[in-house]
Nanobody, 123 residues
């Protein structure tokens, strides 16, 4: 019932920054946790960050702690991922997703997914 569209990906040099956006439509996502995941070539989709329904709780994968920040604007039905100090190993397709409830960290906790946006970090 909800559609997600990611944007903001692109090519950036190591040490640079990007901000990804995820716009939801079809229904409000203000009661759902949201998450960002990424999938590198030849790898499985992996957790990056999640934010609770009210934006008060966040969880990050260890390798992005201190570099990435997840946030949300429920009035705009949008979730963001600010990515700083990017590294080549951050290169992946980034997906946003809607959790089935108030909080989620596992792929199986999320029921709706966007189409993804490519992030490429050069060395």
């Amino acid at each position: 019932q909800v559609q997600l569209v990611e944007s903001g990906g692109g090519l950036v040099q190591a040490g640079g920054s990007l901000r990804l956006s995820c716009a939801a439509s079809g229904r409000t996502i203000s009661s759902n946790a949201m998450g960002w995941f990424r999938q590198a070539p030849g790898k499985e989709r992996a957790f990056v960050a999640t934010i609770s329904w009210n934006g008060l709780s966040t969880v990050y994968e260890d390798s992005v702690k201190g570099r990435f920040t997840i946030s949300r604007d429920n009035a705009k039905n949008t979730v963001y991922l600010q990515m700083n100090s990017l590294k080549p190993e951050d290169t992946a397709i980034y997906y946003c997703a809607v959790a089935r409830g108030y909080f989620g960290v596992r792929v199986t906790d999320f029921g709706s997914w966007g189409q993804g946006t490519q992030v490429t970090v050069s060395s």
